[in-house]
């Protein structure tokens, strides 16, 4: 199935496009991090790889220690604020766009929530299939992870 998706940044000055076969998986991370770059409960992730993402227009990156010692870069439109997509320095290029930029995301699936530890009463983890307390352990993730670049 071949499926173009687009979205972008408030002012428009940044925006991509990825084909939805390509995607790894989508997820709701509740972090703390997540809660703080939104602003909201949470952040809508879909994992998709670096290479099969077309992006236009130069994002800011803001940098931040992730939970595992990783470094988490997280991307936004300098003009506008809006948050777009993220990545662990460690691993470059695999890209966690944030679903809400999206210009449609009606199809969007969720496999599950990240960081249930930290999920707010007010914004409580979906029914999504898993639920993982923090980050779910590299080692059941990172085998997918893999499986995209061979
Ligand atoms: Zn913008
Ligand atoms: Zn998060």
Known sequence: MQSSQHGRCQCEKISYSFDQ????SAHHCH???CQRATGSGKATIIIVPKKHVNLHGELKY???KGSKGSHIRRGFCENCGSGILSYAKEIP???YIKAGTLNDSSWLK???NFFTESAQE???PS???KSFQANPSLGSNIKTLFKSFK
């Open 110 to 112: 969720i496999d599950s």
């Open 93 to 95: 290029h695999i890209f």
């Open 127 to 129: 029914d999504a299939p």
């Open 31 to 33: 972090c703390r991090d």
């Open 62 to 64: 803001f940098e931040v």
């Open 122 to 124: 007010w914004n409580k």
């Open 21 to 24: 076969s390509k995607i790894i």
